[in-house]
């Protein structure tokens, strides 16, 4: 069975090249560039979602992240927050994410952290 990415991204062109790439790597995808699927979250049930930080609409990809680690009900699902915040780190791990992807970003780098991530379900 397919691994499933929730794939939510600021910018078009970036969603289009990362939802490919993990396609090919045998991923399904849902991808967005609003929060819409959070709202699904339990019916997508992904193993893995990755969020950026400057995301459309009124929340932050942390605030977005935060809010599904506070969740008993998806605390245990894997997040990773892409940026191109210098302090990504940091802000990766006060909202408690399991992982991050430093934009610009190499995409072999990004396939092997959505791997890594989604084998943690």
Not at 27 to 39: A, G, Q, R, Y
Not at 76 to 93: G, Q
């Amino acid at each position: 069975m397919k691994k499933k990415v929730v794939l939510i991204q600021d910018n078009e062109h970036i969603l289009e090249i990362m939802d490919k790439v993990l396609e090919d790597e045998g991923f399904e995808v849902t991808p967005s560039l609003t929060t819409e699927p959070i709202e699904k979250i339990e019916k997508i049930d992904p193993d893995v979602i990755v969020v950026d930080e400057h995301i459309q609409g009124d929340k932050k990809g942390t605030e977005v992240i935060e809010d599904l680690k506070s969740d008993p009900d998806t605390e245990e699902l894997p997040a990773v927050l892409t940026s191109t915040s210098m302090d990504l780190p940091k802000k990766a791990d006060q909202c408690k994410a399991d992982d991050y992807i430093q934009k610009p970003f190499d995409l072999d780098h990004m396939v092997d952290v959505v791997k890594k991530n989604s084998d943690l379900s």
